[in-house]
């Protein structure tokens, strides 16, 4: 837990709006949005002022919520890290960078290797104002691309010092082990829906790369085809509920359709916006994936524009994202 977690936590339980609880210790709901991201902390008189008013103890904001600061110790923690124009993912095998250098001109890099010593082999990036994306990726020996200029970052090496100035939102342990997990039968859909997806998945040839991971709180997409320059990144929040899967917030999307698809399509369109608190907000969702079938084994879902999704209790994964001890 994080002391924006812990802040969350107490305003949660006290039954207030965050600008309820700014009300009451004299901020306005901004600034306990920002609290509650971890994107700063509370002054020292703040800490008291909450310990006061909702009859807590100072030891349990600070002690509690020592996730904040043990990223500055710990040599290598998975889980999610964000700021203002970044948000991380890290795991032993993978680190998955979104990232805006202005407003109009964002992207996503894809490390590989273990722990920090990792280099990049995929990178998209787009400028919304030329309304062109730029992608590169790694291959066995080769780099496909649609660019020359990006082709040079591809092998950059990955430079953990980024994780250390900002905040962890999430942390989560992975491992490579064979995990036999429970059945449908033995949980129900949704648990199912929630156990089965915890992974990370990587596919790459000449033709394609798709990467995709799925932690406790979010879900990370990164794809190229290059068929027909075909790009979709995204971090969303999706819900599993008992007939299936609710698509709620993105705060990050490329999306790049050419060929038969147009990209003047509303759901075409790109944006970054990692100030997005996806936690503490009436989800409004866009799109619900209702079961097709399932078996003990296999959920199917109903996808966009005729897909499926296909969850299965055991497939192939590189890490499984397992909860912290």
Partial sequence: MTLGNRIQEIRNEAGLSQEGFGERIGVTRQTVSKWELDQVYPELEKIVLISKVFKVTTDSLLIDGIDTFDVKYDSFVCGVYKSKNSEIVVTNKYTLYFYASSKHLFGVKLYKGFENNKSLIAIVERDDDLKITKYAYKFEDKV?????????????IYDSIIIRKINRIEKFDTTSQRIENPKVSEIGIRKALIIWRSRSILEVD????EFFITTPK????????????????????????DLGMRGGIQNFRIRNYSGEIENKDLWCNSWCNFITNYEDQEKEYNFEWLVKKYTDDEIILNGCSGDEYRYTRNSNYDEKIVECE
């Fill in 144 to 156: 496909y691309s649609n660019d020359e200029n990006i082709k040079q970052y591809v092998g950059e």
């Fill in 206 to 209: 000449d033709e394609k790369l």
């Fill in 218 to 241: 979010k879900d990370y997409a990164f794809t190229i085809r290059r068929d027909n320059d075909n790009i979709y990144c995204c971090a969303s929040f999706n819900e599993p509920f």
